[in-house]
């Protein structure tokens, strides 16, 4: 073993067990040498054995358990499948030993792309050398867009500063594509903590429309007023994301005027602006800067557009306690329930009209029919449709599972704000035919119940149908909370199907008790590949809870 001949210590083992079979130590060694072979048959054999022949306690022998998950995500990790390459990586990630960072490297070299594309997810997390120098590797060897933009975040995340001088000239290259130029600048955003006045003025003086950009975005993230008169140049750039920045800045700033100017006239100005996302900001502004004193949304508001509408929408709940009477006004207004949704939600950040509020979510998510998700890639974050087209392609989010996390996240809302009408909610929610969050999800989108949404999910565990109950202990279990819910997940799991059962092993790793590791070792001789996967790295995750 030590010199990484596994298959050579697995027959050096069986050759000693044959003269001493009931040595435990050396039944331990052949368990691991199999595991280390990734001959999983062969594994699974000798650890029935052993079981047989000597008490078994997972508790007490966590080493042999991690070799077994090792050895099984190992044996995933070359399989022809991409989905199951992509669930050893999820396994390996959920390691979290240094066992992952070789696993999670050579992910990032696979042959499928989607498969490479969450690598670097589940990579952006961590900050090893060997992950960061990968990551710049990919960068510049990368030819697929998708990839591409997940190494450009994950510079970012990684706080890799030895990409910082690539990432700027992929700014300024006026053929790269508007997504990659998003994430390159929010990239190098992560990665500055200052900036001198002369570097400033370079980028914000720029021919490139993208470095001066960057400058509108880094003077915001700075919050550097020294730079104010380098904005007021760039609002009336030729280039219109580099206005809408530039004004988005002086409303985060709160300037009010520069050089015997106001902001308040300068934002009159250019609400009349040919570019909706220019004059919509300029709308936020103005009202940031004068109140409602003025009614600069109705024409976006009414307009042909479903996403210019809700744009809007957003931006005007971003307006806080500045913009409440239009917000108030429009919200028992319009009869568009996406506008709706999200002035809603303006609402409820400054706590006027939640019960009227809490209602309008309530409907939507419950009888509304469209599937949402969070867009947060303007300047304003709304809540937007999904489209089917979004994800089709995608290995690592459905369309399903983007929805389901929202409205879980609109539900924990509704249950902090204790809306009358929860229980409904959660149960509405509980009985669709859904089939929880995938592993990668649940990886790279961390997210956590309320205690009070905790208590009205538990309450299903004990009085509803057996599915309702199996979909009440998912949620509990994607909230890493779950403690109550492990009967039931464990209880459902022979009578359930396929994707079900991964579900619930991957909830029950989730909640990561020791008590489930017998269950857990049990689903190691599972036939099924992509379950065996799953159960080895629900068993790391208890055993690291």
């Not at 054999?45 to 052993?50: D, I, K």
């Not at 490479?116 to 997390?125: D, E, I, K, N, P």
């Not at 957003?314 to 409440?324: L, N, R, V, W």
Request: proline residues 2%; contains cysteine; negative net charge.
């Amino acid at each position: 073993m030590l010199i990484d001949d596994a298959r050579s210590a697995a027959m050096a083992a069986a050759d000693a067990l044959q003269s001493d079979p009931n040595n435990q130590a050396l039944h331990q060694a052949y368990i691991k040498a199999l595991a280390k072979a990734r001959d999983e048959k062969q594994m699974a054999l000798a650890f029935n054995r052993y079981c047989a022949l000597f008490k078994f306690n997972p508790e007490e022998e966590r080493e042999l358990c991690e070799s077994m998950s090792w050895g099984i995500i190992a044996a995933g990790e070359n399989s022809d499948s991409p989905i199951i390459r992509l669930c050893a990586l999820i396994a390996a990630f959920h390691g979290e030993d240094s066992k992952s960072v070789e696993h999670l490297r050579r992910g990032c070299s696979d042959s499928n792309s989607a498969v490479r594309a969450a690598a670097v997810q589940l990579v952006s997390h961590l900050r090893d050398t060997p992950l960061c120098n990968e990551i710049m590797r990919l960068y510049k060897v990368e030819n697929i867009w998708k990839v591409r933009v997940e190494v450009i975040k994950a510079i970012g995340k990684m706080k890799i500063h030895a990409g910082r001088q690539d990432l700027i000239s992929l700014v300024a290259d006026t053929h790269c594509g508007a997504e990659e130029k998003a994430a390159a600048i929010k990239s190098l955003v992560y990665l500055l903590e200052d900036i001198d006045r002369p570097e400033i003025i370079q980028l914000a003086t720029s021919d490139r429309a993208g470095l001066r950009l960057l400058a509108c975005e880094v003077i915001c993230h700075l919050q550097s007023e020294r730079d104010t008169d380098l904005l007021w140049q760039l609002l009336s750039d030729n280039s219109y994301e580099v206005r809408a920045a530039a004004l988005r800045c002086l409303g985060l700033l709160e300037i009010k005027e520069y050089g015997g100017y106001s902001v308040e006239s300068l934002a009159i100005e250019r609400c009349r602006d040919l570019n909706k996302d220019v004059a919509i900001t300029a709308a936020w502004l103005l009202t940031l800067q004068s109140g409602a004193m003025m009614p600069p949304f109705d024409y976006w508001l009414t307009h042909e557009t479903p996403e210019v509408r809700q744009q809007a929408a957003a931006a005007i709940s971003a307006t806080g306690s500045y913009g409440i009477s239009i917000l108030r006004d429009w919200f028992y207004r319009t009869e568009d329930p996406c506008v709706k949704i999200n002035l809603a939600l303006g609402l409820i950040q400054q706590g006027i009209d939640i019960p009227q509020a809490c209602e309008a979510l309530f409907q939507e998510f419950t009888m509304g029919g469209r599937r949402w998700k969070w867009d947060e890639d303007g300047a304003f974050i709304a809540l937007v449709p999904l489209k089917n087209s979004e994800y089709d392609d995608d290995l690592s989010m459905s369309v399903e599972e983007i929805h389901q996390m929202t409205q879980l996240e609109i539900l924990n809302l509704l249950a902090v704000l204790k809306y009358p009408k929860i229980e409904k909610a959660i149960q509405v929610f509980l009985q669709q035919k859904i089939w929880g969050i995938s592993g990668l999800a649940t990886a790279v989108l961390l997210t956590e119940g309320n205690s009070d949404a905790m208590i009205s999910v538990e309450s299903f565990l004990d009085k509803s149908a057996a599915g309702t109950k199996v979909q009440a202990a998912l949620v509990l279990a994607l909230w890493g909370r779950g403690e109550k819910a492990i009967n039931v997940l464990e209880q459902s799991y022979n009578g359930a199907d396929r994707q079900t059962k991964e579900r619930i092993l991957e909830g029950i790793g989730r909640i990561g008790s020791l008590t489930s590791l017998s269950f857990l070792l049990e689903r190691l001789q599972d036939p099924q590949q992509t379950l065996r996967l799953i159960a080895a790295s629900a068993i790391l995750q208890c055993l690291y809870h």
